[in-house]
Structures are given as C-alpha cells and as structure tokens.
C-alpha cells in the first residue's frame, strides 16, 4: 500500500518556526514532482509550494520568502520550513506526491494531513 505520511505540524506562536516532512513509502519506483498544500475552514485547498524532482521550486506569493521547500530523492521526502509564521498560515497542511509504483501506473497522491495553527 503507497501512502504519503505527514509530520512536524503543531501549535506555533506568531513569528515561529515549523518543519513539515512528508516520506511516501511503499512500491515506488520513482517520484516525480512533490508539494504542500493547505486549506483553511471554509476555504478552498491552495498550492503552498512544489517542487520538481530536478529541484525546481514555486510559491504561493503568500509565502515567498518565509517557506522553503526542499526534498530528499532518495528517502522520498518532501519537507517544508516555515519561519516568520502569521495567524494567516493556520491550516490544514496536505503534502502531494506525483509517483510511479507500477509499469503504467503514475498518479498523484494524497496525505491524510497535519494541523498548523499559528496564534498567541
């Protein structure tokens, strides 16, 4: 069974720091592109950043300059720092994965998700 498992969420005050990880495990045999996403209540699931598996990276506009996302080829993870956090980065966090797992099977995946809040 292929599946994405989150890490590093928690409580945060204002201008905190967070480290989300996420290791896709399972029959892999390659993965491709890889990304964050978040959803706030009652709002819609909005792309925080991605990254390629050559490394190629993009933000939000949000998060430019505070976030940095990077990944580990090897251990199929994907991780994400968050500093000078705000209120506004509270959310439900889901980490992506575009992988390959069989001959003709590549698809995107899904993790569960990991709780940010961010308040005093």
């Known amino acids: 069974q292929v599946q994405l498992v989150e890490s590093g969420g928690g409580l945060v005050q204002p201008g905190g720091s967070l480290r989300l990880s996420c290791a896709a495990s399972?029959?892999?045999?390659?993965?491709?592109?890889m990304g964050w996403y978040r959803q706030a209540p009652g709002k819609q699931r909005d792309l925080v950043a991605s990254?390629?598996?050559?490394?190629?990276?993009n933000y939000a506009d949000s998060v430019k300059g505070r976030f940095t996302i990077s990944r580990d080829n090897a251990k199929n993870t994907v991780y994400l720092q968050m500093n000078s956090l705000k209120p506004e980065d509270t959310a439900v966090y889901y980490c992506?994965?575009?992988?390959?797992?069989?001959?003709?099977?590549?698809?995107?995946?899904w993790g569960q998700g990991t709780q940010v809040t961010v308040s005093s």
């Open positions: 399972g029959r892999i045999f390659m993965t491709g592109a």
């Open positions: 992506n994965a575009d992988l390959v797992t069989g001959p003709t099977t590549r698809r995107g995946y």
């Open positions: 990254i390629t598996r050559g490394g190629t990276t």
